[in-house]
């Protein structure tokens, strides 16, 4: 009988009003579905739609078959309500700098 | 008088050998001091005492290179622990560094602004905002330390800064309001 491996990753999800992180230990090899499927995080927020969602880890996406390294954080995450390029607009119809830093530093500059 | 030499030589052999045991086997791995200083310090990562993160600026401290009135989130309450500790006077905080919040404060990100760029992800220090590249960016509340690190860097200046209503946990006394006090009635 072969021992396998364990790493512990985390599974996050996030609400305005309601963020949880879920600590996990699954077996080396397991994937980011895997991980999702584990943490039991579906049965906290119900609304959940895997199928529709995208995930990543440590901000920055992935596939859901992504082989999960010991510490990573399996993010699920949710679709922008603003349309950046309109935001650059009324941004820009605003006076306002687009740069990095926004309105404050741009203000100063 | 061989006795005596024998004597001692063996006391002395004894000695030595529990000296040296101890040595091994009570070691103590990194400096105790630093451990000490870095958990009184807020953790916030910040980086106003000018440090890169609380544990440079505990190392600095202890190396003597840091003042420990550098510190604006802990304030008067982790002067106070750290004069204790190192037995030095405690002293006001150092106003080049910042001022101490009134209370503690969380980032919220304005979901009908955010464009998604990641600006902020990349900026916060202990990974309190989930989101990737054009998906919503949300600030996870148990994680953020209130630094306001991610403020600077947002192009659409979509995060504002909440108070955190006191719980058991972080309530404090608060400082009587003296400069706004109410003028006293004239006769």
């Known amino acids: 009988m072969s021992v396998v491996e364990t790493i512990n990753v985390e599974v996050a999800y996030a609400l305005p009003d309601r963020q949880l992180i879920l600590e996990v230990n699954v077996d080396a090899g397991t994937t980011v579905a895997g991980a999702i499927v584990q943490s039991g995080i579906m049965m906290e927020f119900p609304e959940l739609d895997l199928e529709h969602s995208d995930v990543g880890i440590f901000g920055k996406q992935s596939k859901m078959e992504t082989v999960l390294a010991d510490g990573d954080r399996v993010e699920i995450y949710r679709p922008l309500i603003a349309d950046p390029k309109e935001v650059r607009r009324k941004r820009a119809a605003e006076g306002k700098a687009m740069k990095k830093g926004g309105g404050i530093l741009a203000d100063a500059g | ?187």
């Open chain 2, 1 to 187: 008088m061989l006795t005596v030499v024998l004597t001692l030589a063996i006391i002395a052999a004894v000695f030595g050998l529990v000296l040296g045991y101890s040595a091994i086997r009570f070691k103590v791995e990194g400096d105790p001091i630093v451990d000490q200083i870095d958990s009184i310090l807020p953790q916030t990562q910040c980086g106003q005492c000018t440090y890169a993160g609380c544990r440079p600026y505990a190392e600095a401290i202890a190396n003597g290179e840091a003042d420990i009135n550098q510190c604006p989130p802990g304030g008067e309450t982790t002067i106070i622990a750290l004069a204790d500790l190192l037995g030095v006077e405690a002293k006001p905080l150092n106003a080049e560094h910042g001022v101490e919040k009134p209370s503690k404060t969380v980032v919220r990100i304005d979901e009908n602004v955010c464009i998604g760029c990641t600006l902020c992800i990349q900026a916060c220090p202990v990974d309190a905002i989930l989101g990737a590249a054009k998906r919503m960016h949300t600030v996870i509340e148990s994680e953020c330390t209130g630094c306001d690190l991610c403020i600077p860097p947002c192009p659409v200046d979509c995060i504002h800064v909440i108070e955190v209503e006191a719980t058991l946990n972080t309530w404090k006394w608060q400082a009587p309001e003296v400069e706004h006090a109410a003028p006293r009635p004239s006769r």
